[in-house]
């Protein structure tokens, strides 16, 4: 398998799509007055696409802070008319925008390295989470 990519960004380890199983169809019931149940469907746009990565083993996806901070920029700026093209491991593509709900759309926490806790400093982070909105 190969590693993720987004917009101009490859990210390496296993990144697990958790939301991938969704429906697009929305729907609500209510009764009549009669008693009769009264339906409405819908099916709704923006599908959420949320990767995460484990802290720990060997499959980490593990980046320098400024790919995190360049790619959060990045997800910041995607709009659905200027959308970032997502490439998963599988090999499937689509054009995402970052999803700011639910913590925003990406979330990463520092690697520490036994010397860089000495330091106060990590270079590299673990991304450990991406919420995104196909559009």
Same mark, same amino acid.
């Not at 720990?56 to 790619?71: F, K």
């Given at each position: 398998?190969?590693?993720?990519?987004?917009?101009?960004?490859?990210? =390496?380890?296993?990144?697990?799509?958790?939301?991938?199983?969704?429906? =697009?169809?929305?729907?609500?019931?209510?009764?009549?007055?009669?008693?009769?149940?009264?339906?409405?469907?819908?099916?709704?746009?923006?599908? =959420?696409?949320?990767?995460?990565?484990?802290?720990?083993?060997?499959?980490?996806?593990?980046?320098?802070?400024?790919?995190?901070?360049?790619?959060?920029?990045?997800?910041?700026?995607?709009?659905?008319?200027?959308?970032?093209?997502?490439?998963?491991?599988?090999?499937?593509?689509?054009?995402?925008?970052?999803?700011?709900?639910?913590?925003?759309?990406?979330?990463?926490?520092?690697?520490?390295?036994?010397?860089?806790?000495?330091?106060?400093?990590?270079?590299?982070?673990?991304?450990?989470?991406?919420?995104?909105?196909?559009?």
């Amino acid at each position: 398998m190969s590693d993720t990519v987004l917009g101009p960004y490859v990210l =390496p380890g296993v990144l697990h799509w958790i939301d991938e199983i969704w429906s =697009p169809v929305v729907a609500t019931e209510t009764l009549s007055l009669t008693g009769a149940p009264l339906i409405q469907r819908s099916t709704r746009s923006g599908r =959420p696409i949320t990767l995460t990565g484990q802290y720990g083993g060997e499959d980490l996806c593990l980046v320098p802070r400024a790919t995190v901070l360049a790619l959060a920029a990045a997800l910041d700026a995607a709009t659905p008319e200027t959308p970032l093209r997502l490439r998963l491991r599988d090999g499937r593509e689509c054009w995402v925008i970052g999803r700011h709900i639910d913590g925003g759309p990406i979330e990463a926490e520092p690697w520490w390295y036994a010397e860089l806790v000495q330091r106060g400093d990590a270079a590299d982070y673990v991304i450990t989470a991406l919420r995104l909105t196909e559009v």
